[in-house]
């Protein structure tokens, strides 16, 4: 699905990668044309898009009434748009859904880092991705919409090894801006706040994710 060529021509340069691959694995689809429509917390069975006009079809039939996730990394439609003529076709193009959906990601890092305090302690790291793909999926982090949240703007960089972990049913189950009863709550939600240790400034953080999935 995803070569190292992509990921570097098309890939938010702030993220590795390693990390790239896994946030597709974990929150994204093998497909392109995917779109996911989700109402009430519900999922929508919609065809399944043969062509990029029948999947923008799809996306603008549903956009407005439910939460619609496309594409490769199930990037949430109609963002910032307030009219559907807006949407663009480059959401069911693999190179920009990519570039779109990293750069989002990258964003929602950067809000849950900043919750934790941009912490140096690298045993709270692999907690930041975990929530950081929680909130992706959710569309939520503490409280905070996190598409329409304001861009802390700390820059957070993030090594991983390049063994990636699979995340089962990425393909049909994502969870969306509104759902938020199939996963399962962020750490945030029950670390105490003295994990919150250490802080830096406008200085580049960077993040050792080694420790994930680790028991």
């Not at 702030?14 to 497909?31: K, N, W, Y």
């Not at 076709?89 to 990519?98: P, W």
């Not at 570039?99 to 302690?121: E, H, Q, S």
Request: with cysteine; glycine share 8%.
């Amino acid at each position: 699905m995803l070569d190292a060529t992509m990921i570097q021509k098309c890939a938010d340069p702030s993220l590795t990668p390693a990390i790239v691959e896994q946030f597709v694995q974990r929150a994204g689809s093998s497909d392109p044309l995917a779109v996911t429509v989700k109402a009430g917390g519900r999922l929508i069975l919609v065809p399944k898009a043969k062509t990029p006009d029948e999947a923008m079809e799809l996306i603008r039939q549903y956009v407005g009434q439910a939460v619609v996730r496309v594409g490769i990394t199930q990037v949430p439609a109609g963002v910032g748009v307030k009219d559907v003529s807006e949407l663009k076709s480059d959401l069911v193009h693999a190179c920009e859904n990519l570039r779109l959906g990293t750069g989002m990601f990258a964003k929602v890092v950067r809000i849950v880092a900043k919750w934790y305090g941009n912490p140096t302690d690298g045993q709270v790291f692999p907690q930041i991705f975990e929530d950081a793909v929680y909130a992706w999926k959710t569309g939520e982090f503490e409280g905070v919409s996190v598409f329409r949240a304001e861009d802390p703007g700390v820059s957070v960089k993030m090594i991983v090894p390049p063994v990636v972990e699979q995340d089962l049913d990425t393909d049909t189950d994502t969870d969306t801006d509104t759902d938020t009863d199939t996963d399962a709550a962020p750490a945030s939600s029950t670390l105490k706040e003295s994990e919150n240790s250490g802080r830096v400034g406008a200085a580049e953080m960077r993040i050792d994710l080694s420790r994930i999935g680790a028991k």
